[in-house]
């Protein structure tokens, strides 16, 4: 797989305008190829010899990141594995053949987990409040498991741009703190290390990717459980702000790789208490009395590196 077949297969058979369709297609697939290939060599989240498990839900975000990681694979600077894993957890209705056979049909090996969590939530949890807390413990717990099962040594997830901002307001918000959803983090078991290769990619283009490429979407309603309410609101107020002020979103996800903790209120991070005008200028030092300038603007984008190719290797996505 190689942008220039994706881009042949994206366009819609007997689309009004196929070569604009086809163009479009292409950009898209450069883009999301370019944005993976960049959080991961920002992170360092693939090493040499990696087995990397990709946990698919069914949903359009984990089926991308298999897709995009399968044809990076093929000219990556590094060797690596991967292995695609679902948790089946027994919700009603769950069509339990559509993953195994698309990954058949890909050609990656993958594991199919049998686990009936959704008895176990419906059980202790009482009707009409929201299973999905529980539910995801229980998830990680087996799916960290199964790693460790599979030899797996990265366990990579398919959350993305937008999932990262509206966790770092949503615990602004409800949380009173300053923590977002890192790109990569050692799991609370401390044995495997989580990376997030989407970081980078916006969830409108994981919604176009996914319609171009046909992938047979399994719906995350089947369980009954209703998304939270908080979250779903915070997010729309994210898609508001991205309508109205393009490039907003970016900017926030920016910000959360530029931290100045000199201006923020963390007695832990910075030694508020003891500093010292010490009659020399200081390096970001405070303009106390002036306006904060507003550092880039609205549209800047992100700077990022691609993945850098292995020397004879096929050339990285570049630039839209
Ligand atoms: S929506 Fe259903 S399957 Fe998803 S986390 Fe919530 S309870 Fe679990």
Not at 63 to 85: G, N
Not at 277 to 297: K, Q
Request: glycine share 8%; net charge neutral; charged share 25%.
């Amino acid at each position: 797989m190689n942008d220039r077949t994706d881009a042949a297969t994206l366009a819609p058979p007997g689309a009004g305008d196929e070569r604009k369709a086809r163009f479009e297609a292409n950009k898209l697939s450069k883009r999301l190829h370019r944005q993976v290939g960049q959080a991961i060599a920002d992170f360092n989240m693939i090493e040499a010899g990696d087995k990397v498990m990709v946990c698919l839900s069914g949903g359009k975000d984990s089926y991308a990141l298999l897709d995009i990681l399968l044809s990076l694979r093929q000219r990556a600077p590094v060797p690596f594995e991967i292995v695609a894993v679902n948790l089946d957890q027994k919700q009603p209705g769950f069509p339990e053949h559509v993953l195994p056979g698309y990954l058949t049909q890909l050609g990656v090996p993958f594991h199919i987990e049998n686990q009936d969590t959704y008895s176990v939530v419906k059980k202790l949890i009482p009707e009409g409040q929201t299973m999905c807390s529980l539910c995801s413990r229980l998830r990680r717990g087996i799916l960290y498991r199964v790693a460790g099962e599979l030899g797996a040594t990265k366990i990579a997830l398919g959350h993305h741009r937008d999932d990262m901002v509206v966790t770092l307001l949503m615990n602004m918000f409800f949380g009173s703190r300053l923590k977002g959803m890192p790109p990569k983090l050692v799991s609370d078991d401390g044995r495997h290390v989580v990376i997030r290769p989407l970081a980078y990619v916006a969830e409108t283009d994981l919604e176009r990717w996914a319609e171009h490429r046909r992938f047979p979407i399994i719906p995350c309603t089947l369980c009954g459980s209703q998304d939270n309410l908080q979250r779903v609101q915070v997010k729309a107020m994210i898609r508001e702000w991205e309508r109205k002020y393009p490039g907003r979103i970016d900017n926030m996800l920016t910000a959360m790789g530029k931290v100045v903790p000199s201006h923020l209120m963390d007695r832990n991070l910075f030694p508020f208490t003891t500093i010292r005008a010490e009659g020399r200028p200081v390096a970001g030092g405070d303009i106390a009395f002036d306006e904060e300038p507003c550092a880039a603007p609205a549209t800047a984008p992100l700077t990022l590196q691609p993945w850098r190719a292995a020397p004879g290797a096929a050339p990285t996505a570049t630039e839209d």
